[in-house]
């Protein structure tokens, strides 16, 4: 499951196009949502009725969101990478050396689940700063808001789920927000590219 994640954040962070983002996303997200999913005692009928509203908002609703804008107003599929593929593939492995040095720190040594938790962080991050399409921020904020589940559920366990079906809402609410700035840009420049924003001052 670590590999899988690692993978899908990898190609999350060096792809080009809103298609493959959009898989890969989901993948990373399925991965987090299995690693996270209630166990034990967290097992109860109300802890997975939450958790299953928290997948499906997840998976299904903040994607659609996604589709919808690249559909009804026929973005261009590419995410404006703002670097070279070498360097994005650089960013990867400078992550997964982050990951796993904040892993080793004192204060998580004995968290089991440290270094995918921080490589997912981190990677979120990345996607978000490695490309100027406002798409791929969007996709990039979704995936921290299952990265933050995730360590979540690793280092809070106790955490309530209601607490965390609130905090991805209020991550597909920002979605909606994005997509509805996004809207507005495509008017000045249909590649949704952030520095377009310029044109939206005043």
Known sequence: ?????????????????LREALIAYVAFTLCVLWLSH?????ATLVGIALFSALA?????????????????????????????????????????????????AQAFAGVGAGFVVFYALFASICVVLMHRNLLAHIVGLLGLGSAVTLAAAVFAPALPGAIELAGTFDAVFATFIAIAVARAV???DPRLDIRSLRGLRG
């Open 186 to 188: 495509i008017l000045h």
């Open 56 to 104: 499906f908002v997840k998976i299904v609703v903040g994607p659609a969101a996604v589709v919808w804008l690249r559909i009804a107003y026929r973005v261009p599929d590419d995410l404006a990478p703002s670097f070279t593929l070498g360097v994005r593939i650089g960013v990867v492995g400078v992550a997964l050396l982050l990951a796993e040095y904040v892993s080793r």
């Open 1 to 17: 499951m670590t590999i899988a994640i690692v993978l899908a954040g990898a190609v999350l962070v060096v792809g080009s196009r």
């Open 38 to 42: 209630p166990r034990g005692d967290e």
